[in-house]
């Protein structure tokens, strides 16, 4: 019984240890304790060298098991160290096609070619190849070629002999699919049914054909939706005309849901590419500063909209202390309201309301939280404040303020969506911004009106 | 071969039309023709009286289904309308255990014990209690009671018979545990490995022992993880001294998943609880509320230190400009700083580095931002204002902040999570007001002594 694998410093400086001695036999002996998962964790840990003396002495499963779990920059950067035909051999020759597919994808035409020529198996060749013209995150893309398909025909015992004879290829058998001469996809067969049933059975006496499937140009997202929604293991990837291509295991599907989840975070985060905190210094600040430029960028306009009310702000700069509330609530609006949409829209979750139903919902929900807030303001500056003139500005211009950016935050995303752009954009840098800016300026054009009129009388 | 269900207009209004019609052969059809997760999708489309007609209809496994299917908040809003006896026969007898014991824990203990009364099979009721007693967020929350377990002195003739007598119960069978007299597990066998060998082959022979299994303490986020990174599509949970108790089902670490991302994403866009844009108005406005008042009250705070400040701002009103974007660039960095620690945490990707490291590290990324912007706003304020103190005020000021809140939102999640509260709370409205408020604090304090030092020359 296997204990759940925990990486420490120690070790890792005994891994580290063992490198530097060259120490086959014990290095073997430590492989052969790890599950490939936990190798490729402590590949982080390791320099290239080290890496490398490592992973060649696996056995060539595993090897590409590693490779597999490999995060892409890491894999990147260990194959770059190594010569086409060890990764050939090594590596790619034992991995799915579809991992095989997603590492060699990453690679240049001329590295991709040099590779392929080395792989000795022309099938696995082929269907490394055929993946490759898949757009990476469709189902194409993420489906592998490795499945076992049986003829409707067939009884259970020659199903078994044709399991037999592809398990070696093929890792995870949940499903059979059942197709008939022309390979189009007829339904599937567990393997649960398989052993339950007569070995004489006929597969078409047997077969479940309420199955749910996915076209090679679903997208990825899409396709995660659907596996999710109908708790499946696995679906069968089929192309225009339902012949039988490929299938799609819920362990790809997991990493999709992740990685759209981390997308979607690190935009509303500000941060505009995939970095970890392990990541150098230097990834890290590239990432951060496109969106603290934007910051820079409104701030600047920001400053350029109060210079016009220099003058104003000489004679009352008591208009000034709620300059950073009135921009700091019409950002914080503006990020609830989008982010609600982008949500609905990753999960399917918008249901059947109309754009203009959903504009009026946010704009009652602006117009509460509005109204309280805007209550609560006044509330606070009649007491604490003695300048009328600024406490009816405030709340009036946090009201409109939050209404503004309920319905901005809202539009945005939608607008996006419609021409297929990714709606989480707007949940950055964009909206804040822009709602930023906008509350100033609704700020002080309330202010300069209010206090001027106060002046009047 | 099935189609992917679209919902639409002309459907629901095709299935209300059915039930005003009470038209039940026809509903029946309908029903017939659509997945349970379909069916669950629906119910939001409908009014709790369409709902129980349709429902109602439904042949008890999929009712099951539906129920287990229906959101939380939609769950318990059907439940509600039904008595007790028709929730246990109608539903509860045909759910998994983790499925039903979802649902009554959901209910007031009284009607737990109602429910269980009427569920007829003992040991289904049994199970349920069982369950109930495990902390929702655990591998034991999350498991099932339907799994398949063989002694390993059996033959695979053996396992099959008991597959048999037990299918009816376990939907999805992958894998048999193998446990010996003392329900101890002991290694899994799957159903490829049984349909391969010969069926007089005896277990213990076949046992894979190298598994992965959790305790029923483990959290649910680390059992996903551990799914996750194995590729598992179920793992068997014990207890302390390694009795199998139950499995736990991708499908449901899939929802694990999606909801950790879900909170994180709303936590981060300050939204205090699980709400969709489908929701009423009145829900989507006290999710949203507590963020706003924590602004609000941030920028009364925010006030108070800018009114310290009237005197100069009177004198130099053009200290008011960048008010806001010294504001904003806090906030920014915060949160990208406090998100990047609050990601690392949720999928373990910090890797080994110390907390000074990681300190150190942000440092860097704060002190590289940080000069680059202090000097772009330099460059800008030398060509376009003509106030030199209020640019030199401007770039240290902005500096400071950028490591300030470099260093304060990587810490504060660190510590969050020292502490077991959950690190995603310091992504929100504390990150960004704190900064916002120390943000302001610093510029007008700078400001002050710059202008003070520029006067007296």
Request: net charge negative.
């Amino acid at each position: 019984m296997e204990q759940i694998f925990e990486l420490s410093k120690e070790y890792i400086e005994e891994i580290k240890q063992v490198i530097a001695d060259k120490d086959e036999a014990k290095a073997k002996e430590l492989l052969n304790e790890l599950h490939a998962a936990d190798l490729a964790e402590i590949y982080d840990e390791l320099n290239i060298e080290e890496a490398k003396f490592l992973y060649l002495l696996l056995d060539t499963e595993k090897a590409a098991d590693v490779l597999a779990e490999l995060e892409d920059n890491d894999r990147e950067r260990f194959l770059k160290a190594l010569p086409p035909e060890v990764i050939a051999r090594q590596f790619i020759d034992e991995m799915d096609s579809d991992d095989a597919a997603d590492v060699i994808g990453e690679m240049s035409e001329e590295k991709q070619e040099e590779v392929l020529s080395h792989i000795d198996d022309a099938e696995h060749a082929g269907d490394i190849v055929d993946l490759l013209n898949y757009d990476e995150d469709s189902a194409g893309g993420l489906m592998a070629k490795e499945y076992i398909a049986v003829q409707e025909d067939w009884n259970i015992e020659k199903c078994i002999q044709e399991i037999k004879k592809q398990s070696e290829d093929v890792d995870d058998i949940y499903f059979v699919y059942v197709v008939n001469k022309d390979n189009i996809l007829k339904g599937i067969v567990s393997l649960k049914d398989l052993l339950l049933h007569d070995s004489k059975e006929i597969i078409t006496n047997i077969i479940n054909t309420e199955i749910i499937y996915v076209k090679t140009d679903t997208a990825a997202e899409e396709v995660a939706n659907i596996m999710d929604k109908y708790d499946l293991v696995a679906i069968p990837v089929v192309d225009s005309i339902n012949r039988l291509l490929g299938r799609i295991t819920i362990d790809d599907v997991v990493d999709v849901i992740r990685e759209e989840a981390e997308k979607d975070y690190q935009l509303i985060s500000g941060i505009t590419s995939d970095v970890e905190s392990s990541d150098h210094v230097f990834h890290l600040t590239r990432a951060r500063l496109p969106w603290l430029l934007i910051g820079l960028f409104g701030g600047i306009l920001g400053a350029q909209v109060i210079s016009h009310y220099e003058g104003d702000l000489r004679i009352y700069p008591e208009m000034a202390f709620f300059i950073p509330l009135i921009a700091a609530m019409g950002g914080n609006v503006g990020i609830q309201s989008s982010s609600i949409i982008v949500q609905g829209l990753a999960n399917n979750s918008l249901g059947l309301e109309s754009t203009g139903k959903k504009l009026f919902k946010e704009l009652s929900v602006g117009f509460m939280n509005g109204i309280i807030c805007a209550a609560l303001i006044m509330g606070f500056n009649l007491i604490f404040s003695d300048s009328m003139a600024l406490s009816v500005t405030v709340s009036i211009a946090l009201f409109i303020v939050i209404l503004f950016a309920s319905v901005f935050g809202t539009i945005i995303p939608l607008t996006l969506n419609k021409f297929k752009i990714d709606p989480a954009l707007a949940t950055g840098p964009f909206i804040t911004t822009v709602n930023d800016i906008m509350g100033l300026l609704l700020y002080l054009t309330i202010g300069r009106f209010i206090f001027g009129m106060v002046n009047v009388f």
